[in-house]
């Protein structure tokens, strides 16, 4: 891996936005002396320089789809057909098209659909570098991974922030606490709440006590928590490591599934979600999923992401929040493509082939003004968690 990309990557990632359109200065961060900005001007800079030689190589896996001239959301190259965002291009799928690196103008078809996913295959003439499904392997927590298109540079950039786990309601596993929020001394999350007839409290815990380890993993926070708890499935045994008392102890936990809450409407949820950019209509409820913060646009869709070292990691299955894209890993997609779909059609592509304009950067929408407000945010809280 590219260690200079790697140190440039935690500034460049959050800034982009605001280097896209001309510096930190320009767009006015109130937190920011000028002297700063100069500097995260210059970092960003360099940073995309050092990336975009990595999105050429890569550029050759993605495709633009198209109805009557009009990206509508991107695709990733496989031996199966193109891989694309099945909502997307469904009010289109008569009449679309697909652009490649090599600037060709494909004429597509949909060969299958895979629902639980929200994913479609489109079938095409002609034959594209496919990316490698072979030996495929997670990148881990805080690994730096990039968006392509068959543009140069790069569509998106961020980390992973949350290991893959399923968002299926049915998938997830819960404790049934209420964790404190405030640090703790010495280490740990402490209880607020044991809710009644749940995991924890057959388990014997009460509140007050403090988390210290979740199985073998250290614990100093809710969010971290969290995260750890959401990897186990309704029914799996986890030990918490447990402080009561200054006493340490463990507790062998069962965890139960996931209790029906109230759910919130459907407007305030797509309000909710859009807040910092577009989202996609089905952005929820996926069996596997990476979770990285890169910020794209909903229509950046179906695009095929990789790590600083060219591997390819995974598809992009939906933009669900201002911090939330969620990425089909590579080892899921090789089996779903193996497996039965819930629509497959006999096809026969026919439609013609005509070299067409490739933009020669990634489109308008990488580098909006609306990302902005979303970054200035994101900004704001790692200061104030350095200044805690």
């Known amino acids: 891996m590219n260690k200079g990309i790697m140190i440039l990557g935690i500034v460049g990632s959050l800034c982009s936005p605001l280097y896209a ?3 930190y200065g320009k767009v006015g961060l109130p937190f920011l002396r000028e002297r700063d ?9 360099s940073f ?27 695709g990733t190259v496989t031996t199966e057909g193109i891989v694309t965002k099945w909502s997307e291009i ?8 697909i652009v490649g690196h090599d600037g060709v103008r494909r004429g597509v078809v949909v060969k299958a659909i895979y629902n639980n996913y929200d994913i479609a295959v489109l079938a095409y003439n002609g034959s594209l570098p496919a990316v490698s499904l072979e030996n495929p392997k997670d990148p ?9 298109g068959p543009g140069k540079g790069a569509h998106g950039f961020g980390v992973v922030s949350v290991q893959a786990r399923s968002l299926r309601e049915q998938d997830k596993a819960f404790l049934g606490v209420r964790m404190d929020v405030n640090p703790v001394t010495n280490g740990g999350v402490r209880l607020q709440n044991i809710e009644p007839d749940t995991a924890a409290q ?27 708890l959401q990897r186990f499935k309704p029914g799996d045994t986890v030990n918490l490591t447990i402080r009561r008392n200054a006493e340490p102890f463990v507790a062998e936990v069962t965890l139960g599934a996931r209790p029906q809450f109230r759910r919130i ?29 890169m910020q794209i646009e909903a229509r950046e869709s179906g695009g095929p992401v990789f790590d600083l070292d060219g591997n390819y990691v995974g598809t992009v299955v939906a933009r669900s929040s201002r911090i ?3 990425i089909i890993p590579a080892a899921d997609l090789s089996n779903l493509l193996k497996s039965n779909p819930d629509y497959e059609a006999q096809i026969e592509v026919s439609k013609p082939e005509h070299v067409a304009n490739v933009p020669e950067e990634a489109p308008e929408a990488v580098n909006k003004v609306q990302r902005t407000q979303s970054l200035l945010e994101k900004l704001q809280r790692r200061i104030e968690d350095i200044e805690r």
């Open 265 to 293: 409407s459907p407007e305030r949820m797509n309000r909710m979600r859009s807040m910092g950019g577009s989202v996609n209509d089905v952005a929820d409820g996926f069996p596997d999923v990476l979770q990285s913060d």
């Open 90 to 97: 469904k009010p289109f799928a008569s009449e679309l098209f």
């Open 202 to 228: 057959k388990a014997g815990l009460e509140a007050g006590d403090v988390v210290l380890k979740v199985g073998d993993r250290e614990v100093n926070g809710m969010i971290e928590m969290g995260n750890l």
């Open 21 to 23: 359109q001309g510096g």
């Open 324 to 326: 939330k894209t969620y």
């Open 140 to 148: 881990s927590v805080g690994s730096f991974i990039y968006l392509s």
């Open 48 to 74: 995309y320089k050092a990336v975009e030689p990595l999105a050429d190589k890569t550029r050759k896996h993605a495709v633009y789809v198209e109805y009557r001239d009009r990206v509508i959301t991107l």
């Open 37 to 45: 900005a100069q500097v995260l001007d210059v970092q960003a800079a």
